[in-house]
């Protein structure tokens, strides 16, 4: 994927960040700068080939919503945010600690396609049913290490657009559960630069 040299440096700025801060809130593993690089970027960079491909131009040529689960220190919304100008980013992160590093991270990184909710899924998905502006508004939802599918699908499912995608960051061997209200889901593999570190995207489709 070509990235402008302003991507890529704020990609890195970013990465310090995340450094900046691991020590006081336990964003990620501690690795080295190149090992969390590998792990975290170049990952986001590689599966953003993928779903540009799986996606489509809507990802780059129009407005997008996601709604990115469970954001931690911001994997993988804040480099998607980056990687997609056009994306806008609904990031939902109970954790006050990690709010407070989000919030940050979009000021110092000047980040204004995201969006920051101190919530759970359950209460997000309840609470927007109650309003107007979010109801079926999102055209992707994203999660990376949680481990209630059922969850995450049966939620996703009451705020995702027709054909929305619900799509899981996971490892190679991870099977993906077939789930009412979406298409069979589809696993695609993808790797980092390093050809033994195989990672996939498990994607399911609301119908």
């Not at 990620?28 to 996606?55: F, G, T, W």
Request: negative net charge; glycine residues 6%; aromatic residues 8%.
């Amino acid at each position: 994927m070509d990235l402008s040299a302003n991507q890529l440096k704020l990609l890195d700025n970013y990465l310090d960040l995340v450094i900046l801060w691991n020590d006081r809130i336990d964003l990620v593993a501690p690795a080295s700068k190149e090992e969390l690089h590998l792990r975290h970027i170049q990952d986001s960079i590689r599966a953003s080939e993928l779903l540009s491909r799986h996606v489509g131009e809507e990802l780059v040529s129009r407005e997008t919503f996601l709604l990115d689960v469970g954001s931690g220190g911001g994997i993988p919304a804040i480099p998607l945010s980056i990687i997609f100008p056009k994306l806008v980013c609904t990031l939902l992160e109970p954790r006050s600690k990690r709010v407070s590093f989000l919030e940050m991270a979009k000021e110092e990184l000047g980040l204004s396609n995201i969006n920051i909710e101190q919530r759970g899924l359950r209460e997000f998905v309840e609470l927007s049913e109650r309003k107007s502006g979010y109801v079926k508004n999102f055209h992707i939802s994203t999660i990376r290490g949680f481990p209630d599918d059922d969850l995450f699908l049966k939620f996703s499912k009451r705020i995702l657009s027709s054909g929305g995608l619900a799509i899981k960051f996971a490892g190679s061997s991870y099977e993906p559960m077939e789930f009412k209200g979406y298409d069979t889901p589809q696993i695609l593999q993808y790797n980092t630069i390093d050809p033994m570190d195989h990672r996939s995207l498990a994607v399911w489709r609301a119908v």
